[in-house]
């Protein structure tokens, strides 16, 4: 099949994300300049480099009542944010904590996180992911949308520094059987990474 135009797939979902699969989960935590706590899940979230270790997600779409999403929000008035790593034994939390709620709720209270300190940024991180990353905000960019309802963002920062918790790495390496990442496919579908394999390059 071959389709240009989303609303003529003739699936019964648009494939897109499905196809551009399986997708990190940024779980980003932030804060706004009261120090209210912000924490969302994002799947279109990658590195992009690493000299230095850079990151981009995607903030996208408005709150349900309208303005910038708050984590957006909050990068923006910061400068700052962490990109929490999750794991298949946090996915009921990272789930709970997507719920649209008002921007007053600490949403790792809501989800039953530990909001522990950063080194070198104000805003904490979830003490039970497996990894974190410490984030300075470099740049936001808008992306072109054809929804009006709809506000595509692209946030690039650069990793500061870095948690791991020490039960994922074995030998000096990560143990992706210990760390058990958690990824997004299409539709409802998540997945975790239990199988491993190497291919060393040609040169």
């Given amino acids: 099949m071959f389709y240009d135009d989303p609303k003529k797939h003739n699936l019964k979902h648009n494939p897109f994300k499905a196809l551009v699969a399986p997708r990190p989960i940024a779980w980003v935590s932030s804060m706004d300049l009261d120090g209210v706590l912000n924490l969302a899940p994002f799947s279109f979230f990658n590195a992009v480099a690493d000299q230095p270790p850079t990151i981009v997600f995607a903030p996208n779409g408005p709150r ?57 940024v104000k805003t904490p991180r979830v003490k039970e992911a497996p990894a974190s990353l410490e984030c300075r905000f470099i740049t936001r960019m808008r992306l072109p949308s054809t929804n009006p309802k709809v506000e595509n963002n692209m946030v690039i920062g650069e990793v500061v520094g870095i948690h791991i918790d020490d039960a994922i790495i074995d030998d000096g390496m990560i143990d992706m059987a210990a760390y058990h990442p958690l990824a997004r496919l299409g539709y409802m579908d998540y997945t975790a990474v239990e199988n491993t394999f190497e291919i060393l390059r040609p040169d």
């Fill in 64 to 120: 349900p009542g309208g303005g910038a999403k708050d984590t957006l929000a909050n990068i923006e008035m910061t400068n700052e944010f962490v990109v929490n790593l999750c794991s298949w034994e946090l996915r009921d939390a990272m789930n709970q904590s997507s719920a649209h709620v008002d921007p007053d709720v600490d949403e790792f209270e809501l989800a039953g996180l530990t909001a522990a300190p950063s080194v070198h």
